[in-house]
């Protein structure tokens, strides 16, 4: 069966949404999720259901020597679907995965508006990487959402539940050749490593150890997520119109609830921080002086201290601007 978006996705949406704007690549998984999405829209066509606009959205970082030429083939691979492509370009700070990730999410932001659905084709494997990636960076144990708010319009991975192998039939039975990138097999960068070395051996050893992971991971973002929900409250009287930490909030409050509030505010805009550098965060916010110290540099994206309030920051500004913070991201 193709892997329709459904209950968590494209038909979860209550009312439907406006515009759904599918991440295309045009790799394997992506072009099986867009395959889907285009079989199931026209399904509710033909039942004469209100459809979406639907768009691909096609991202140029400008590192690779073929970016231009998978572009090209993406679009020709959308417009053979009927599907309009967007074209995104973004600056990368520096050449590595996290910093086009943060250029990527922050592009996505800044393109949906209110009532959009953002469609990603992160799939089981690609949870299972990010999992073992966090556990080895030290910053806990999380699954990747299947569905969380990003700038105006929502984000989804609706098959996240399906194998890459299950994606990929998808693709071949239709007779479409995607994009490949060979930067997926070449074990210097981390998370090639993880899926080409890591999982398997893992695997060998102690068969089932990434299927526990991801379980372990999934009960983990559940209390993350019920955590997050009652700090809400306190979180919003503490955050200003400007997205502005005030740092009164942390102040006074015993270890656990200052860190759990910190990494609330971070979580939406960096992702996981690791518990010793979240300490080191908060020792530095309340010892920081009222104007324009530098507490960090996370993912490419600096935090930094104004009248009582941290900010993160794209660049290097004046103190004086904290009004022109980069929005962060989330996987």
Same mark, same amino acid.
């Given at each position: 069966?193709?892997?329709?978006?459904?209950?968590?996705?494209?038909?979860?949406?209550?009312?439907?949404?406006?515009?759904?704007?599918?991440?295309?690549?045009?790799?394997?998984?992506?072009?099986?999720?867009?395959?889907?999405?285009?079989?199931?829209?026209?399904?509710?066509?033909?039942?004469?259901?209100?459809?979406?606009?639907?768009?691909?959205?096609?991202?140029?970082?400008?590192?690779?020597?073929?970016?231009?030429?998978?572009?090209?083939?993406?679009?020709?691979?959308?417009?053979?679907?009927?599907?309009?492509?967007?074209?995104?370009?973004?600056?990368?700070?520096?050449?590595?995965?996290?910093?086009?990730?943060?250029?990527?999410?922050?592009?996505?932001?800044?393109?949906?508006?209110?009532?959009?659905?953002?469609?990603?084709?992160?799939?089981?494997?690609?949870?299972?990487?990010?999992?073992?990636? $966090? /556990?080895?960076?030290? %910053?806990? #144990?999380?699954?990747?959402?299947?569905?969380? !708010?990003?700038? +105006?319009?929502? =984000? @989804? *991975?609706?098959?996240?539940?399906?194998?890459?192998?299950?994606?990929?039939?998808?693709? $071949? /039975?239709?007779?479409? %050749?995607? #994009?490949?990138?060979?930067?997926?097999?070449? !074990?210097?960068? +981390?998370?090639? =490593? @993880? *899926?080409?070395?890591?999982?398997?051996?893992?695997?060998?050893?102690?068969?089932?150890?990434?299927?526990?992971?991801?379980?372990?991971?999934?009960?983990?973002?559940?209390?993350? !997520?019920?955590? +997050?929900?009652? =700090?809400?409250?306190?979180?919003?009287?503490?955050?200003?119109?400007?997205?502005?930490?005030?740092?009164?909030?942390?102040?006074?409050?015993?270890?656990?609830?200052?860190?759990?509030?910190?990494?609330?505010?971070?979580?939406?805009?960096?992702?996981?921080?690791?518990?010793?550098?979240?300490?080191?965060?908060?020792?530095?916010?309340?010892?920081?002086?009222?104007?324009?110290?530098?507490?960090?540099?996370?993912?490419?994206?600096?935090?930094?201290?104004?009248?009582?309030?941290?900010?993160?920051?794209?660049?290097?500004?004046?103190?004086?601007?904290?009004?022109?913070?980069?929005?962060?991201?989330?996987?």
């Amino acid at each position: 069966p193709l892997p329709c978006p459904r209950a968590r996705g494209l038909a979860g949406a209550a009312p439907p949404p406006r515009r759904c704007l599918v991440v295309f690549s045009g790799g394997a998984d992506s072009t099986a999720l867009l395959l889907g999405t285009v079989l199931l829209r026209a399904a509710w066509q033909a039942e004469g259901r209100r459809v979406p606009v639907l768009q691909a959205l096609h991202v140029h970082h400008g590192l690779a020597a073929a970016a231009d030429d998978w572009a090209a083939r993406a679009r020709a691979i959308a417009l053979g679907l009927g599907v309009p492509v967007l074209d995104l370009r973004v600056r990368v700070q520096g050449r590595s995965e996290t910093a086009a990730r943060v250029a990527r999410y922050e592009a996505f932001s800044r393109v949906l508006r209110d009532g959009d659905l953002l469609l990603l084709g992160h799939h089981a494997e690609d949870d299972a990487e990010t999992v073992r990636l $966090d /556990v080895l960076r030290g %910053a806990g #144990v999380r699954a990747m959402p299947a569905r969380r !708010a990003l700038g +105006a319009g929502t =984000l @989804v *991975r609706p098959v996240l539940g399906l194998g890459h192998a299950a994606l990929a039939a998808v693709v $071949d /039975v239709a007779g479409i %050749a995607p #994009v490949v990138d060979p930067a997926n097999a070449d !074990a210097a960068h +981390a998370r090639s =490593l @993880v *899926r080409h070395r890591v999982l398997p051996l893992a695997d060998s050893h102690w068969p089932g150890v990434t299927r526990r992971l991801r379980q372990l991971a999934r009960a983990q973002s559940e209390r993350d !997520a019920a955590l +997050a929900l009652l =700090l809400q409250p306190l979180l919003r009287r503490g955050v200003g119109d400007d997205g502005g930490l005030q740092l009164g909030l942390l102040r006074g409050q015993p270890l656990p609830v200052a860190r759990a509030l910190l990494s609330a505010w971070l979580m939406p805009r960096v992702g996981p921080v690791p518990l010793r550098h979240l300490d080191e965060l908060l020792r530095q916010l309340l010892t920081a002086p009222d104007t324009g110290r530098v507490a960090s540099t996370l993912r490419g994206l600096q935090l930094r201290c104004h009248r009582d309030a941290a900010y993160l920051l794209a660049h290097a500004q004046p103190a004086s601007a904290p009004d022109a913070g980069a929005r962060g991201a989330r996987r």
